[in-house]
């Protein structure tokens, strides 16, 4: 049997993340991917996944509990969710920067007793700088227990459409931050996640310059991938290129068959499915 692509980004697609943890902010997402989105149960997202011979899925978790003033997707959750599908899921932990050391402890437990397999920032929600120092130590805890690090960059459909965008502010996704951290961090594997639009440059640019960073190209369907992302994902940068959905605002089956409208060598199509995910993820 051929072995599985491995979507290296996905949202729980329950109430917890859609309803309880997302309140008008994803309402808003759901309409800039153009509807709304149906909660639906674990069960349901594997027969998707099986459907689209996906095999594993990194599934994070959420808290951005200091900006939103909404209960986060908790980490334990994230790892039940993981027991439940063994083999499937890979859970990302995440932490709300705000929380000071005790953010700090809790990415501690989440490797250590839960057992999960990388941390997942979204400085646009969590509203911080990633290069500021005063949050290295999450990075630094990272680089301990040798995870990668996700970290969303270019706009979001997090707020987007509402007045004043939710509160929320693009700035704090451009990936240039996190360009100093790749330089501080060179031992950290870092994934820029989405194409970085409107910074779709420089993240290529930082990409290109630090070889311990991944682009992740998730939350877009690959029809609408600027040219110069199609060029460097097949030529310059292919060994670092990796395929995520953003589930569930994309699917895999709408993800995967947009994809193929993309003129890719196979070889390249392969690594950017799955092998660079195994060398991202030491799986
Ligand atoms: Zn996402």
Known sequence: MVKGFIDTHAHPPTEEYLVTAGGQYITA??????GSIRP??????IIEYDAANVEKVVLVAWDAET???????SNDF???????YPG???????VDPHKGKAAVKELERAFKDLKLQGAKFHPIAQAFYPNDKQYYPLFEKCLEYDVPVSVHTGTTGWGS???????MKLKYANPMYLDEVAADFPELRLIASHPSWPWQNEQLAVAMHKSNVYVEISGWSPKYFEPI?????????????????DYPFLTPKRWLKDFETLDIRP?????ILRNNAVKLLKL
């Open 29 to 34: 997402a759901a309409k800039h991917f153009g």
């Open 40 to 45: 639906r149960t674990f069960d349901e997202m």
């Open 67 to 73: 900006t939103t003033q909404l209960p986060k997707v």
């Open 78 to 84: 994230i790892a039940k969710a993981v027991d439940q």
């Open 88 to 94: 499937r899921l890979i859970g990302f932990a995440c």
């Open 161 to 167: 459409g509402l007045p004043g965008g939710g509160q």
């Open 229 to 245: 992302l199609v060029t460097y994902m097949t030529k310059l940068i292919s060994d670092r290129v990796v395929f995520g959905t």
């Open 267 to 271: 070889e390249v199509k392969q690594k």
